[in-house]
């Protein structure tokens, strides 16, 4: 009688065991990916650390640069403050070392109404802040950085969107460049 019991108690404190390590084993998964997901946006970073990631991303010959380096967001339904940032790099040569620069985000995609069934303006209002900015000094060889970030309504379709964005120098083309804004579930 008592091996019995003594079988039924080790059984059960084995499957006790197995229990709490399967628990702690999905917790730790969990806490991983919120670590991983947390780290993606702009909006996370200071002024200051986004300046130095957009100074880094900068080559010898780049007027333009895009944070995330890989041209590629995404930004989940009913989020707001996701975005990227843009870098915009004082190359000219001539007397005067202050140009007056401004840009502007628009929408790329010419099937965007195909693609998505929503048209240019809808996309073009997700921008929440930075769209466009205007007479923006920047000394010769250095750099301004902006924000651009979005609040996707929930309901958007899920799509993938590229924006263009085209800087001006003294009211003349500087340079342009452009990012991707996939658009995920809530």
């Not at 007397?95 to 195909?114: G, H, M, Q, R, T």
């Not at 970030?149 to 085209?166: A, H």
């Amino acid at each position: 009688m008592k091996s019995k019991t003594a079988a039924m108690e080790m059984s059960v404190g084995t499957i006790v065991t197995i229990v709490l390590l399967v628990t702690v084993l999905i917790l730790g998964v969990v806490l991983i990916k919120n670590i991983f997901s947390s780290a993606k946006g702009v909006v996370d970073l200071t002024d200051t650390q986004l300046r130095n990631e957009i100074n880094k991303l900068f080559s010898e010959e780049s007027k333009v640069s895009i944070y995330p380096g890989t041209r590629f967001i995404e930004i989940k339904q009913a989020s707001s403050g996701d975005g990227v940032g843009v870098g915009i790099r004082n190359l000219l040569t001539g007397a005067s070392s202050n140009k007056k620069f401004s840009y502007e985000v628009s929408i790329s995609d010419a099937d965007l109404d195909e693609k998505c069934g929503i048209n240019a303006q809808t996309a073009e209002s997700w921008i929440a802040t930075g769209r466009s900015e205007e007479n923006i000094q920047i000394a010769s060889g250095d750099f301004a950085m902006q924000r651009v970030t979005f609040d996707i309504p929930i309901g958007s379709p899920l799509c993938t969107i590229r924006f263009r964005i085209n800087v001006q120098a003294d009211s003349a083309n500087y340079a342009t460049d452009f990012f991707d804004l996939k658009i995920k579930a809530k």
